[in-house]
């Protein structure tokens, strides 16, 4: 079955404790993101990626961190979460122009 | 940029009625749209899509939207609102295939939530 794993689903964490959300897809997928989701701001990309060893900036991506040493993984790293990263996360691939995009079950990360 | 705007925060219908949620977007070349719903705690359920071909597009659920290239709107709409649909409702934009730093991004509206009362 083709989908997007975002592990963990739900985090409670402190100021500052290093965390990493995963993401994998299991479809050979080069194009891979991260989006955050707040209320009345819809979802905003944080991180892209179209292919191994090729990241980039989205348009929120202060405070994080991503890598994609591998086609199906692409992890979100924060290296010292602050309580303004609490919200919901969502991971999204597709292939490289591809009009059909799947996401993750999002990942409800909140900081204290 | 690519940019999207969905005017209202919240639409209120009574059961049996027509739906429309509104969504307009700005981008260079031909977009693909999208809409997508997010039912309370849970993540995105893709509804429907407008890549090309006839600008009236059938989703999931009952659901169908209508592009219009002049109007750059992309509304969803359904004949006959469920209880079961209040949720909440994003429009999403891609640009096209064409390279450079907005290439495969979905951008996306605020979102609209979406009442029926019985």
């Known amino acids: 079955e083709a989908q997007v794993t975002q592990n963990p689903r739900y985090l409670i964490t402190v100021t500052g404790k290093k965390l990493t959300v995963t993401c994998s897809q299991n479809?050979?997928?080069?194009?891979m993101s991260w989006y955050r989701q707040d209320p009345g701001l819809g979802l905003r990309q944080i991180y892209y990626?179209?292919?191994?060893?090729?990241?980039d900036k989205g348009d929120v991506p202060e405070g994080y961190k991503v890598s994609r040493k591998e086609k199906r993984n692409f992890p979100l790293i924060l290296e010292s979460p602050s309580p303004n990263q609490t919200s919901l996360y969502f991971c999204?691939?597709?292939?490289?122009?591809?009009?059909?995009?799947?996401f993750g079950e999002g990942s409800w990360l909140t900081v204290v | 940029a690519q940019s999207v705007a969905q005017p209202e925060d919240q639409v209120n219908v009574a059961e049996g009625n027509p739906l429309t949620v509104k969504c307009t977007y700005s981008?260079?070349?031909?977009?693909?749209l999208f809409w997508y719903v997010q039912y309370p705690n849970r993540g995105l359920q893709f509804l429907l899509k407008?890549?090309?071909?006839?600008?009236l597009v059938k989703g999931s659920y009952g659901f169908e939207a209508e592009f219009n290239k002049s109007q750059t709107s992309f509304h969803l709409k359904k004949p006959s609102a469920l209880v079961s649909d209040s949720a909440l409702y994003f429009c999403a934009v891609r640009g096209p295939n064409a390279g450079g730093t907005s290439y495969g991004k979905l951008t996306f509206g605020q979102g609209t939530i979406l009442t029926v009362h019985p």
């Open positions: 990626s179209m292919n191994v060893e090729v990241t």
């Open positions: 479809m050979n997928h080069e194009y």
């Open positions: 999204a691939s597709s292939f490289k122009g591809g009009n059909t995009i799947y």
């Open positions: 981008v260079s070349g031909n977009p693909y």
């Open positions: 407008y890549i090309t071909g006839d600008n």
